[in-house]
């Protein structure tokens, strides 16, 4: 197979159109089942990190209910006149025969307060026609009283304990993917690349077909990426303070994931500063921010500025 034929995103691709089929811990196979089972979805606030299901899921209960969906990925300047108009039409009309409208409002934290704050209106406006599903990264990021209209609560988080049992599942999924895409691969490798983006699907299957795409098989190479951030360049920039330079290197690693970077300096920078518990507790907020960000790189350029100010390194 050429790489023509992979035009599209594996993601994109290869996402579940069933409950049955999306990869999930228990408690959250029993929440959907449920709602499978009742024939019947209830307003729902999806919430959690970056590529575990969310939208995937929200699209699947659709299709599986034979709902008609309106799709409406969120974005700061979709004011609410614009976004009540779109429901209204689509509350009025759009509809075939029987079946539920449900209005999925993807990425809800992107909505400034004041949308929000409207859109609460809208749903008991329109609660007697419709649905609504808002997915977000995080929950704290959708304010109170629209939480509080009548949205069923979903964390996305997989249970350390079922953390295993998942990972062998997505395994075999993506064997399924590379063996449909005929792309050979070593099963040691895989199983790397997996816990290394483990839990985030989405970016181990974009990790693996751009591999896939420069070399046609999944080997050693791929694992390469990882060690070659250079940190010393990294840690004299750091220690003299200079941005400048710093910055050149944030540019020059710019295809490294930047939740791989800021592992690495976990790993390598935290003994070799004076202040180990600030840096961590500096790195865990930058980490956590990461998932949400506009911008991945103005984030890392902002983490290594705070690490400048903040922490002495030994000489
Ligand atoms: N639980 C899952 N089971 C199987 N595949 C999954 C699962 N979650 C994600 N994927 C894969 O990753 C892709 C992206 O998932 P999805 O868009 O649902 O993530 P998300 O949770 O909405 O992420 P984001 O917070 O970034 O919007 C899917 O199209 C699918 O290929
Ligand atoms: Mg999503």
């Given at each position: 197979m050429n790489s023509n034929d992979r035009e599209f995103l594996f993601s994109e691709k290869y996402r579940p159109h069933t409950i049955a089929e999306c990869i999930l811990p228990e408690y959250l196979v029993k929440v959907f089942?449920?709602?499978l089972k009742k024939g019947q979805l209830q307003n729902l606030l999806l919430s959690g990190a970056s590529g575990l299901g969310k939208?995937?899921?929200?699209?699947a209960l659709c299709e599986e209910l034979g709902c008609t969906v309106k799709f409406i990925r969120a974005s700061e300047d979709s004011g609410i006149d614009v976004i009540r108009t779109d429901v209204l039409n689509f509350a009025a009309n759009g509809s075939f025969g029987a079946s539920t409208k449900v209005v999925i409002f993807d990425e809800a934290e992107r909505l400034s307060g004041a949308t929000q704050e409207a859109l609460r209106g809208t749903i008991e406006a329109f609660s007697a026609n419709c649905r609504f599903i808002f997915t977000c990264n995080h929950k704290n990021r959708i304010i109170p009283a629209l939480r509080a209209s009548r949205l069923v609560?979903?964390?996305?988080?997989?249970?350390?304990?079922e953390g295993p049992k998942i990972a062998s599942k997505f395994n075999k999924r993506v064997k399924e993917i590379l063996d449909a895409e005929s792309i050979t691969y070593d099963d040691k490798v895989l199983a790397q690349v997996i816990m290394r983006y483990f839990p985030d699907f989405r970016k181990t299957l974009n990790e693996l077909q751009a591999y896939a795409n420069i070399s046609d098989a999944i080997d050693e190479g791929i694992l390469g990426k990882w060690s070659n951030i250079d940190m010393e360049d990294l840690l004299e920039s750091l220690k003299k303070k200079n941005f400048k330079s710093m910055r050149k290197w944030v540019v020059d690693n710019l295809d490294n994931d930047p939740l791989i970077i800021m592992r690495k300096v976990y790993d390598e920078l935290v003994d070799v500063t004076e202040q180990g518990p600030e840096l961590v507790v500096i790195l865990a907020d930058y980490m956590y921010r990461q998932s949400f960000v506009a911008d991945g790189e103005i984030n890392v350029v902002a983490l290594f500025t705070e690490i400048m100010n903040r922490i002495t390194f030994k000489e």
């Open positions: 089942k449920g709602q939208t995937t899921v929200a699209l609560e979903v964390d996305f988080v997989i249970p350390t304990e």
